[in-house]
Nanobody, 123 residues
Framework: VQVEESGGGLVQSGGSLRLSCTAS????????IAWYRRPPGKARELVAR?????????EDPAKGRFTISLSKNNTMKTADLQMTNLEPDDTAVYYC????????????????WGQGTQVTVSS
């Protein structure tokens, strides 16, 4: 299973970015895909999560500004994070986490992480 993020970059305060997470490989099923972030000098924190059946959770900093969405087919699962009205406090490395992965029938792996993508918001 491979997890890869894309879409990070530099944006001015008030701007928007769309991050994309692609999970590929042998994935019979999964529980959820989550976006985390690690701000400079701080611990990694949850941003948003979407379950395989479409249930969505946002942490408070993301509510009203970020939108998570999911698409999936037989070969690839993609979770996008649309971020609007970005603020300097949103500056962080953003990570995608694929959770509860059934890699073969009846055999599960806890999770897989991507390498992260940098988001920098200038004031």
């Amino acid at each position: 299973v491979q997890v890869e993020e894309s879409g990070g970059g530099l944006v001015q305060s008030g701007g928007s970015l769309r991050l994309s997470c692609t999970a590929s490989g042998t994935i019979f099923s999964f529980y959820a895909i989550a976006w985390y972030r690690r701000p400079p000098g701080k611990a990694r924190e949850l941003v948003a999560r979407i379950t395989s059946d479409g249930g969505i959770h946002y942490e408070d900093p993301a509510k009203g500004r970020f939108t998570i969405s999911l698409s999936k087919n037989n070969t690839m699962k993609t979770a996008d994070l649309q971020m609007t009205n970005l603020e300097p406090d949103d500056t962080a490395v953003y990570y995608c986490n694929l959770q509860g992965i059934e890699v073969r029938e009846g055999y599960f792996v806890a999770d897989e992480w991507g390498q992260g993508t940098q988001v920098t918001v200038s004031s």
